[in-house]
């Protein structure tokens, strides 16, 4: 038998131009080759394998015998030929006689492998050249004597010597052994996967795309850091017009990734685990019981035969089957997205050419989920799948909960759809689904609709006979009624309906019954009774947390949080609003705009502008999808303050006067104190005292008349009203109010000449504000407070606290001035358009010295996009190099 050699079996591919350098898995491979015996490079189709040791090869000076193995070789004479072949090529000073003794080729019988490893092993042994031996494609090898000898040379050779092996298949390798003794470098998809800049740096370098980093980062999360499917997207982006939309749209149904996924992939399984994989991409995860269940006929027949759900399961894993563990434990998995889009369609396309309905069958599919996800107590899986099975009564059924409904267990956005999605006349037949709809609208923010659905309960439950439940059910519309109520910040409809709600629902209706405890804490809060709140709160988080109420969990906390920031608990209601979030996750709820502007203006206080600008910019978006609610009006307003206090005072009353035309809009007539504090606050900023006087007259704003009487000189007056301001609040327990009136009051004891009152006033004020680090509230009264603390610090109050608010004000430096000359636009000291978060970020680390390509790597972003960003900051602070942003940027105090 003739073996020719095909000499490109043996040549390492060549590197293409623009390949991404793939550092932290070059530096891996650099170590496993200095300290183990084996690397495996294990994973999918299309994850880079070949071409990262190529590009590892060509920075590495050791030689390396390469061979590119295919299926022939699973001939033991071929596989030896060719690997001698491979080492001969690229060891120097090698044994070439024995190898030549052994004449593979043409001995008519093949030398026992004992003799080819010895041979292999002495002619390596002969050099002392450190030598890598690189076997790719090694899945191919289902040969197990090759398997065996592979094992045994691993076993045996050189301690300068190490191989390399890249498989989408675990290999029959003894993996164990040499895990345990630390001899082995291991590199899985986790590893290969691209990472956001990697996917940017390809996309543009390798791929020659100008995408917007949103574009990158939907096209990598879609793709999972799959390194083909890039490749493929790029391939097609190139021929689109609008490659937003096709990004937005990009499936594994794509003909490309299609094509690729079917050849290299589905069609190297045996039928019956193609089988097993299309009828599973029904679930969006999968662990072995629950594929056995769904693969299970009606009449008790597996689908699938001969194996267990989890052993199918571990062979998928062990092949690289696009499948992703979710646990260590390895018991629940997912299939990669776009992997699970092409086994949808496949299945779709199987069903439409068989003879059988594709709808039932489907349909069964997911029914036996639902099933099993039902006996698990998964109940909200078990909706999912009931609604996909379009079985409408076993749908109602899940979502009413068993006395929790669902919605209130985080499946609001879900039930939503369903409940959009069926027909008037099938929520008529069952009342209690208007009523959950209702409830799905509220969580949701959609408010406008909402009444209408309670008017349709109310009208079904007249049709129906009068009953217990009914009756139940008519509190429940009045709990939905009193959260509207809340939205309003109406106190007396909150009391009359949530009442309402306590009397009518059954005793162990428990979360309604908490909701209604919830709506009456925000009554007695709009109110003014803060201990009654706080113990209504208490009681409702209790009870939500107990019963599993996810929403009440969440908007009992958003209270207690705000009652802790007017008791001047500012660490602990950060911490509530914190726990609120991670409560949240990622659930699609824009009611917790309330935790982020809560966080907004607790860092605020303390002075960190940067983050309270985030929260706050995420209260707002979030407050968007609400409708008819003035939470909007109030997230501007707080950045209207942040503007203020970054100096840019013109942005902050434009953004103040937009606030106000949305209440007037839409009647928020709760936020217009509010609105008009703000806009006194700006008023005397630009020196229109009479219009500062007559807004804080208007709206009785003790506080900013005050403010208005100290900037005219009026002090007499000031202290007059300030005194009665205090005396208000220390009957109302108003503590947040306190600490306000007292620091301004000492401002204007000091102002009217009265130093050892202002300075007592001032002891005060710091020892209210300490516990909880306030800063900004001193910073934001200006030069009379900067002169008072001055003072203060020479009498020795709290030196520590008083000398770190000094700073704080030095730290200010020019961004803005507290006096009416310097208030003055200055046409060299105004930036054009403000600088983002992001920007400030990066022109920091342009003042710090860093190189595009360091600052690239340390915020985890393309280079491209760093320049990108630095051409922004350019056009921004009007300079053309690095050296003048920075002088420009310190000219403007924004370093």
């Known amino acids: 038998m003739d073996f020719s050699i095909i000499s490109t079996k043996l040549y390492i591919p060549q590197t293409r131009s623009h390949v991404v350098k793939r550092s932290r898995l070059i530096d891996k491979l650099d170590e496993g080759a200095k300290n183990n015996k084996l690397t ?58 024995a190898v030549e003794r052994l004449d593979i080729v ?31 494609d090694y899945h191919v090898i289902q040969s197990e004597t090759i398997q065996q000898a592979v094992a045994s040379l691993l076993e045996r050779m050189p301690n300068y010597v190490h191989v390399v092996i890249t ?29 956001y800049s990697e996917a940017a740096e390809f996309l543009e370098q390798t791929m020659g795309l100008q995408l917007s980093s ?90 699938v035969r001969d194996a267990s759900g989890q052993s199918i399961l571990e062979y998928l894993e062990r092949s690289n089957l696009f499948i992703v563990p ?74 009413e909960g068993n006395g929790m409904p669902l919605l209130f267990r985080g499946a609001a956005a879900p039930a939503l759809i369903w409940l959009d999605s069926i027909s008037n006349t099938q929520l008529d037949a069952q009342p209690a689904l208007w009523v959950l709809y209702a409830s799905a609208l509220l969580i949701s923010g959609r408010v406008s609709e909402v ?41 007396e409809t909150i009391l009359i309906e949530s009442r309402r709600a306590l009397e009518l629902v059954y005793p162990d209706n428990f979360p309604v019954r908490t909701a209604a405890t919830w709506s009456l804490g925000y009554a007695y809060q709009l109110q003014g009774d803060r201990a009654a ?125 937009k606030a106000e035309h949305m209440a007037s809009q839409y009647h928020f007539k709760h936020q217009l104190p509010l609105i008009a504090e703000a806009q006194v606050y700006v008023l005397i900023l630009q020196e229109h005292l009479t219009a500062a006087h007559t807004l804080s007259r208007k709206y009785n704003l003790p506080i900013s008349q005050a403010r208005v009487l100290l900037a005219q000189g009026n002090t007499a007056t000031a202290l007059a009203i300030l005194e009665a301001a205090i005396q208000k609040v220390e009957a109302k327990a108003l503590e947040d109010e306190r600490l306000k009136i007292i620091i301004l009051f000492s401002i204007v004891l000091y102002a009217h000449g009265e130093q050892i009152k202002a300075l007592e006033a001032l002891r005060e004020a710091l020892t209210m504000a300490e516990p909880s680090g306030c800063i900004r509230s001193f910073i934001d009264e200006g030069v009379g407070m900067k002169k008072l603390l001055g003072v203060a610090i020479v009498h020795g109050i709290m030196p520590n606290y008083t000398a770190k608010l000094l700073a704080q004000f030095e730290s200010e430096e020019q961004i803005y001035q507290f006096t009416s000359n310097e208030l003055q636009l200055d046409p060299e000291r105004v930036l054009i358009e403000s600088l983002s978060a992001r920007e400030l ?3 920091h680390l342009i003042a710090q010295g860093l190189s595009n390509h360091e600052i690239s790597e340390r915020l985890f972003i393309a280079l491209t996009t760093v320049k990108g960003h630095n051409r922004v900051i350019f056009d921004k602070l009007q300079v053309k190099r690095r050296t003048e942003a920075v002088a420009r940027a310190r000219q403007l105090g924004l370093l």
């Open 40 to 97: 495996l490079i294990s994973a999918s189709a299309g994850y880079g394998k070949t071409t990262l040791v190529s590009d590892w090869l060509a920075c590495c000076d050791q030689p390396a015998a390469w061979l590119s193995l295919d299926e022939g070789d699973n001939d033991p004479r071929r596989f030896f030929q060719y690997l001698f072949a491979a080492v001969k090529m690229n060891m120097r000073n090698m044994d070439e006689e």
């Open 106 to 136: 043409h001995s008519p019988q093949l030398p026992s492998i004992e003799l080819l490893l010895t041979t292999l092993i002495h002619t390596m042994t002969a050099t002392s050249d450190d030598c890598l031996i690189v076997l790719d």
């Open 167 to 195: 498989t989408r298949e675990e290999p029959l390798l003894p993996l164990s052994r040499l895990r345990a003794r630390g001899q082995i470098t291991e590199i899985r998809v986790s590893d290969l996967r691209f990472t």
């Open 214 to 303: 949103e574009q990158t980062a939907l096209l990598e999360t879609r793709a999972e850091g799959w390194i083909v499917g890039l490749q493929l997207a790029a391939l097609s982006i190139r021929d689109q017009k609008d490659a937003s939309s096709f990004i937005r749209s990009f499936r594994g149904s794509h003909r490309f990734v299609l094509d690729y996924l079917v050849e290299e992939v589905l069609q190297r399984q045996p039928s019956s685990i193609q089988q097993f994989l299309m009828r599973t991409s029904i679930l969006d995860r999968l662990c072995g019981s629950l594929c056995e269940a769904v693969l299970h006929s009606e009449d008790g027949e597996p689908t």
């Open 326 to 399: 979710l646990d260590d434990e390895r018991r629940w998995y997912r299939y990669h997205h776009l992997f699970a889009d092409l086994l949808r369609q496949r299945l779709r396309q199987q069903l439409n050419a068989s003879t059988q309905n594709e709808m039932l069958i489907v349909a069964g599919l997911h029914l036996r989920a639902s099933e099993w996800y039902e006996n698990n107590s998964f109940e909200i899986e078990s909706f999912h799948h009931a609604v996909a099975a379009n079985d409408t009564e076993r749908a109602a059924r899940l979502l």
């Open 451 to 491: 009444e209408s659905k309670l008017k349709a309960a109310e009208y079904a439950i007249q049709l129906v006979e009068q009953d217990e439940k009914n009756r139940d059910l008519l509190g429940h519309i009045a709990s939905i009624r009193a959260t509207i109520a809340v939205s309003k910040h109406e106190a």
């Open 533 to 657: 709140a706080s113990k209504a709160y208490m009681d409702a988080l209790t009870s939500g947390q107990k019963i599993g109420h996810v929403i009440i969990t969440i908007m009992s906390s958003l209270g207690l949080g705000r009652i802790q920031e007017c008791e001047n608990q500012l660490h602990m209601a950060a911490e509530t609003y914190q726990q609120v979030l991670k409560l949240v996750g990622d659930m699609p709820l824009p009611a917790v705009c309330e935790a982020h502007l809560g966080l907004a203006r607790i860092y605020y206080e303390w002075n960190d502008l940067h983050t309270a600008l985030q929260h706050g910019q995420i209260s707002v978006r979030l407050a968007k999808q609400l409708e008819h609610t003035d939470r909007v009006v109030a997230g501007e307003v707080f950045l209207a303050k942040l503007k203020i206090a970054q100096g840019d005072v013109s942005e902050a009353a434009a953004i103040i006067s």
């Open 841 to 843: 970020e990066v022109l």
